[in-house]
């Protein structure tokens, strides 16, 4: 696993999110997804003096790389799932706190990462966990999974449309050898869906999105935090959401409309500019949603 010193991961919406977080001097603040470290920085800096960031994620590399980079600042970082958070402030002594902040998805540095998997062009193993150390990887799940049950899984979590021609594909070519590297899987892909007719992006994301999000049960632990957060964020604490595909987004829609104790702060999502964009392609799928706790 590659650790470099540096991220290379690009905040998205920095001042959207901390016009709807709005961190003050003084409170405590959870960025439950620490990536880059890029929206933990900024934050910081505005609840000092007195203040503090609690910083989370899965991935042990984003976590040693934060320890680094944000020494300086009043940071806590710890290696956990954001679906645990109750527990996490528990352990440390913290009651409730001001807001809390959700970037969902990967990280850039993650995607640069070749032993990862997250690249279509990687030649490392097909591995796709936030956290290399627990659960299974891609590639052993889609090299046992039966036919019916992969397919559905692509078209549940990627929402692709040619999911039983993909897994078809996959378990054809299995039978020859075993489908190891995020490269093998995209070329088997590719083969399988004309790039003109995958609607302008590359014919593997959503194959790649639905094993990420099988994998990692991203779907599951957003459901679990979204009902667990208003139980440790203060009244008018707020939660920010940034979501990138439209199953996450959902959850989040339905979950601060019907749960009383959120009081929605986003009529409609917050997306990024166009200059954002150009500048950071990788955010034009983001939306941002906001609650504070009634």
């Not at 000092?48 to 040693?64: E, Q």
Request: glycine residues 6%; neutral net charge; contains cysteine.
């Amino acid at each position: 696993m590659d650790v470099s010193a540096q991220s290379c991961h690009i905040p998205v919406m920095p001042q959207e999110v901390l016009k709807f977080l709005h961190p003050q001097p003084g409170q405590v603040i959870v960025d439950a997804t620490l990536g880059g470290g890029g929206h933990t920085r900024l934050i910081a800096q505005r609840v000092w003096p007195g203040g503090a960031v609690i910083a989370l994620d899965r991935d042990p590399a984003a976590v040693h790389r934060a320890e680094k980079n944000l020494a300086a600042l009043p940071v806590r970082i710890v290696q956990g799932d954001f679906r645990d958070l109750p527990e996490i402030l528990d352990e440390l002594d913290v009651e409730t706190v001001d807001g809390i902040l959700l970037d969902l998805g990967m990280s850039s540095d993650q995607l640069a990462d070749a032993s990862r998997g997250f690249s279509f062009q990687a030649d490392g193993p097909l591995d796709l966990r936030f956290d290399p150390t627990s659960g299974e990887p891609a590639w052993t799940l889609i090299n046992r999974m039966g036919e019916k049950a992969l397919a559905d899984l692509i078209y549940r979590y990627g929402e692709e449309r040619f999911s039983r021609r993909i897994a078809a594909r996959i378990v054809e070519e299995r039978k020859k050898s075993p489908i190891k590297t995020a490269r093998d899987l995209a070329e088997l892909i590719c083969r399988v869906v004309p790039r003109h007719r995958s609607g302008g992006i590359h014919p593997a994301t959503r194959t790649f999105q639905a094993l990420r999000i099988a994998v990692n049960d991203e779907l599951g632990a957003l459901e679990t935090a979204l009902r667990r957060y208003p139980d440790v964020l203060r009244p008018g604490g707020r939660l920010v959401v940034i979501s990138f595909h439209s199953l996450e987004d959902r959850l989040v829609k339905e979950a601060f409309k019907s749960d009383p104790r959120y009081t929605v702060l986003t009529k409609k999502p917050i997306t990024p500019s166009e200059e954002e964009v150009a500048a950071n392609p990788r955010a034009r799928s983001a939306k941002l949603r906001a609650a504070a706790r009634t």
